[in-house]
T-cell receptor, first 114, second 115 residues
Framework: KAGVTQTPRYLIKTRGQQVTLSCSPISGHRSVSWYQQTPGQGLQFLFEYFSETQRNKGNFPGRFSGRQFSNSRSEMNVSTLELGDSALYLC?????????????FGSGTRLTVV | AQTVTQSQPEMSVQEAETVTLSCTYDTSESDYYLFWYKQPPSRQMILVIRQEAYKQQNATENRFSVNFQKAAKSFSLKISDSQLGDAAMYFCAYRRRSGNTPLVFGKGTRLSVIA
């Protein structure tokens, strides 16, 4: 069974640009969550999508957005990049009955903003 | 808001020895889940062990076990017979059982294993 796949693994972008990250969940998983990981702030929740609808949102500015497609794949977009957006972005998926299983995480996308 | 605190930024252990990583959390809920995740250099967060708050029995998974003290809001992870492959960042996480709430993570503990 394939795991959670995140692409690309590494990205370097310039301040002011925008970026799109992709996450393919485990087959059968309908919930996809995104987290930002930085050395200073640790892991912070961005948003969660379930059946193409945003179900939960963290405390991030509107420059951070996401969506989910009918096949449960999800993308997150960051517009007008800032240096502080440099981070590891982790995606996690969970099955419909998610409470017992936590989440299965991907290996993340390392975004560097220069 | 729920918070998770890991007071040990770094720990080290000799190979084959036992180490305990600490975690405390703050919540007003009575029904929730607690997790320990491992993040090796490959960056993928791997679920090590989970505990359901309504179960008094401490969870165990092979060499990994927890000491869950609900009244004290403490959830420590014990790693027995430590192996070089155990070297990683370890994150404690909390999630309320009801509702669509996300995982709340601690800041992590970096574990080094000395050969």
């Amino acid at each position: 069974k394939a795991g959670v796949t995140q692409t690309p693994r590494y990205l370097i972008k310039t301040r002011g640009q925008q970026v799109t990250l992709s996450c393919s969940p485990i087959s059968g998983h309908r919930s996809v969550s995104w987290y930002q990981q930085t050395p200073g702030q640790g892991l912070q929740f961005l948003f969660e999508y379930f059946s193409e609808t945003q179900r939960n949102k963290g405390n991030f500015p509107g420059r951070f957005s996401g969506r989910q497609f009918s096949n449960s794949r999800s993308e997150m977009n960051v517009s007008t990049l800032e240096l502080g957006d440099s981070a590891l972005y982790l995606c996690a998926s969970s099955p419909p009955d998610r409470t017992n299983y936590g989440y299965t995480f991907g290996s993340g996308t390392r975004l560097t903003v220069v | 808001a729920q918070t998770v605190t890991q007071s040990q930024p770094e720990m080290s252990v000799q190979e084959a020895e036992t180490v305990t990583l600490s975690c405390t959390y703050d919540t007003s809920e009575s029904d929730y889940y607690l997790f320990w995740y491992k993040q090796p250099p490959s960056r993928q967060m791997i679920l090590v062990i989970r505990q359901e708050a309504y179960k008094q029995q401490n969870a165990t998974e092979n060499r990994f076990s927890v000491n869950f003290q609900k009244a004290a809001k403490s959830f420590s992870l014990k790693i027995s017979d430590s192996q070089l492959g155990d070297a990683a960042m370890y994150f404690c996480a909390y999630r309320r059982r009801s509702g669509n709430t996300p995982l709340v993570f601690g800041k992590g503990t970096r574990l080094s294993v000395i050969a």
